[in-house]
């Protein structure tokens, strides 16, 4: 076994996000190891200087921790088979399709000592890090409403890719409320614990799939708070705003700038900064913090029971929407 100081990670999955993770963690002295069912992936990691394998169970052998970046449809599967081989796990949203199962393996994990340390990397950007500090030193006083908007044409996510082949066509385990399961999480992490109340999901005919790829819901927080959640797959240019009012104010980010503006309620100015973010920073900030949970011990920025509480607001948005489950039947309140 590797020792603490220097981990050692296997990376399952090695698509464009396990290949940034890896190349990442390579930058910063880990040793990796990966798989990937493709002969042509494990090429690419091994000159990067990774260590590719044609099995999971031996990229995972020996090391201390693992990135489940595999099609997010696997994902409850390859979260189990990591916890029952005592290996702590970084794991890329979503967590699963479905709640049931998740409490147990989190459990075990627990059991054992291993993290489990979810990929909402949003939580990373400098924007809502700032947000974030504000709203706990109270500078909007009592937390009244938010709006979350993520508008983003799917065609242009991966031009050299075909968005109907793509794991977001899948009506089941794809579409817009599982792929920005982020604006969910944002909600939580800058107003509080929520439960949804409401939601509404379509096919705009703009593109050809079958999954959701516009949708609305409505959380209800427990302060009292109340936000709202737009998402799509069919604006552009495209946007990722976050609005937030309270008694002593309202703040608005726009995550694609990269802009905090925080105003008192005379609209003087508390705080108004641009941070426009490399992308890549995002990713190599939550890598880091999740090898400093293996190697100090400290707490994830977002745990397993952080992402199950998301993926349950996510799982009853689409339920109140009329969307399938995995393996169900499509309800009749999807809108064509």
């Not at 199962?101 to 054992?112: H, M, N, S, T, W």
């Not at 009592?142 to 899948?170: E, I, K, M, N, T």
């Amino acid at each position: 076994m590797t020792s603490k100081a220097t981990p050692s990670i296997g990376v399952l999955g090695l698509g464009s996000i396990g290949m940034r993770h890896a190349g990442n963690l390579i930058a910063a002295g880990v040793d990796v190891r990966g798989f990937d069912p493709s002969p042509a992936r494990r090429a690419v990691l091994s000159e990067k200087g990774g260590t590719a394998f044609d099995n999971a169970d031996d990229a995972m052998e020996d090391m201390q921790g693992v990135v489940i970046a595999t099609p997010s449809g696997g994902h409850l599967n390859d979260l189990a088979a990591a916890v029952a081989a005592g290996k702590h796990v970084f794991i890329e949203k979503p967590l699963a399709h479905v709640t049931e199962g998740v409490e147990e393996i989190l459990c075990a994990a627990e059991q054992k000592g291993l993290i489990v340390f979810a990929g909402l990397n949003m939580r990373f950007h400098p924007a809502v890090a700032g947000a974030k500090a504000l709203l706990d030193q109270d500078a909007l006083g009592d937390l009244l409403w938010g709006r979350l908007l993520a508008a983003s044409y799917l065609p242009d996510w991966r031009p050299d890719q075909d968005y109907r082949r793509g794991y977001a066509a899948d009506a089941e385990t794809g579409g817009a409320l599982f792929d920005f399961i982020h604006e969910f999480d944002l909600a939580v992490h800058l107003l509080g614990p929520a439960v949804t109340c409401a939601a509404q999901a379509r096919r705009t005919g703009q593109l050809e799939m079958d999954s959701e790829d516009c949708a609305d819901v409505m959380l209800a927080h427990e302060n009292g708070a109340r936000s709202t959640l737009h998402v799509d797959y069919v604006t552009r240019p495209r946007q990722r705003l976050v609005e937030i009012g309270g008694s002593g104010g309202v703040l608005r980010l726009d995550l694609e700038a990269g802009r905090l503006v925080a105003m008192d309620t005379n609209g003087g100015v508390i705080e108004d900064r641009t941070c426009a973010p490399d992308t890549n920073i995002m990713y190599v900030d939550e890598m880091a913090n999740f090898l400093g949970c293996i190697i100090n011990d400290s707490a994830p920025a977002c745990n397993g029971r952080d992402a199950l509480d998301v993926l349950r607001l996510v799982v009853e948005a689409r339920r109140l929407a009329g969307l399938p489950s995995v393996g169900g039947p499509l309800a009749s309140g999807l809108l064509a």
